[in-house]
């Protein structure tokens, strides 16, 4: 597998534009791996609550033992 890299900005939420420099190295249903990164936006409230939820998600019952100060 080797791995290309770009920046672009999508024109809608549901498209994102591959540089023609890397589109003659895509065949059509050819399998993809994509990862999309995106920049931190310190406002973003949504963000914050997707990764506490995410967070705590995996906290447990048996997870109060450490919330006790010593």
């Known amino acids: 597998m080797k791995a290309i890299e770009f920046q672009t ?3 809608s939420p549901d498209s ?7 589109k003659d190295q895509l065949r059509s249903e050819q399998h993809v791996s994509v990862i999309v990164l995106i920049e931190d936006d310190t406002n973003d409230d949504a963000w914050e ?5 995410q967070f ?15």
């Open 49 to 53: 609550k997707v990764k506490t939820t």
């Open 16 to 22: 994102i534009e591959i540089p023609v420099l890397f």
């Open 9 to 11: 900005t999508p024109h």
């Open 56 to 70: 705590f998600a995996g906290y447990t019952d048996e997870d109060a033992v450490y919330d006790d100060e010593l």
